[in-house]
């Protein structure tokens, strides 16, 4: 069974960072695009970032600028650095990993696991 385990959220003020840490089975991470989402209470869930596994960068417009998505393929991890954090940050922050490739019969795949999530909260 593949695990997602998320790490790094906690409390912070306005204009402050945190960093978020993502980490799963080392069997599938270098095969797998990762993506950070997130939910605010009484909103959908949103993807704020991306990360192809190649390392191309996606970011939603809202962080742009902000946040940065990053792998550590040696340690099976993608992070996600937060400066500048608003208030309007504040949610449960979700990991995806999505698994793709070409089965043995030659059909493409794709698997989706997910984190149980981080609380992140932006408050003075």
């Known amino acids: 069974q593949v695990q997602v385990v998320e790490s790094g959220g906690g409390l912070v003020q306005p204009g402050g960072s945190l960093r978020l840490s993502c980490a799963t089975s080392?069997?599938?991470?270098?095969?797998?695009?990762m993506y950070w989402y997130r939910q605010a209470p009484g909103k959908q869930r949103e993807l704020v970032a991306s990360?192809?596994?190649?390392?191309?960068?996606n970011y939603t417009d809202s962080v742009k600028g902000r946040f940065t998505i990053s792998r550590d393929n040696a340690k099976n991890t993608v992070l996600l650095q937060m400066n500048s954090l608003e208030p309007e940050d504040t949610a449960v922050y979700y990991c995806?990993?999505?698994?793709?490739?070409?089965?043995?019969?030659?059909?493409?795949?794709?698997?989706?696991?997910w984190g149980q999530g981080t609380q992140v909260t932006v408050s003075s």
């Open positions: 995806k990993v999505v698994q793709s490739g070409v089965s043995m019969y030659g059909n493409l795949y794709a698997y989706d696991y």
């Open positions: 080392g069997s599938i991470f270098s095969s797998s695009a």
């Open positions: 990360i192809s596994t190649g390392g191309m960068p």
